[in-house]
């Protein structure tokens, strides 16, 4: 019954930008920090951003700080990542999740959330 699903991606220019959306259903979304991750072909999971329950607290990847913003909206049980100025390096499968059972910072796989979404795939090229 948990389900995340994830919409917004596409293929944009570099300097663009993107809206990431994840709709959650099946478990109490406001009693729950959320995550976006990211896959780029050929790479590893990355951490790249986090937001506690009522969205007070926000962490973001180093490479995406500046440039990317996550929110939440608890009545509609929705995230957001808006994705600015977009370079070829954010090209990734992007993943919203919840319940790490690693730290931030750590290496991971899917398999370490307690659930995540299909993905919904970024390309940044000219």
């Known amino acids: 019954q948990v389900q995340l699903v994830e919409s917004g991606g596409g293929l944009v220019q570099p300097g663009g930008s993107l809206r990431l959306s994840c709709v959650a259903s099946g478990f109490f979304f406001s009693d729950h920090w959320m995550y976006w991750v990211r896959q780029a072909p050929g790479k590893g999971l990355e951490w790249v951003s986090l937001i506690t329950h009522e969205g007070r607290s926000k962490v973001y990847e180093d490479s995406v700080l500046g440039r990317f913003t996550v929110s939440r909206d608890n009545t509609k049980n929705t995230l957001y990542l808006q994705m600015n100025n977009l370079t070829s390096e954010d090209t990734a499968v992007y993943y919203c999740?919840?319940?790490?059972?690693?730290?931030?910072?750590?290496?991971?796989?899917?398999?370490?959330?307690?659930?995540w979404g299909q993905g919904t795939r970024v390309t940044v090229s000219p």
């Open positions: 999740a919840k319940d790490p059972t690693k730290g931030w910072g750590f290496k991971l796989t899917l398999a370490d959330f307690g659930a």
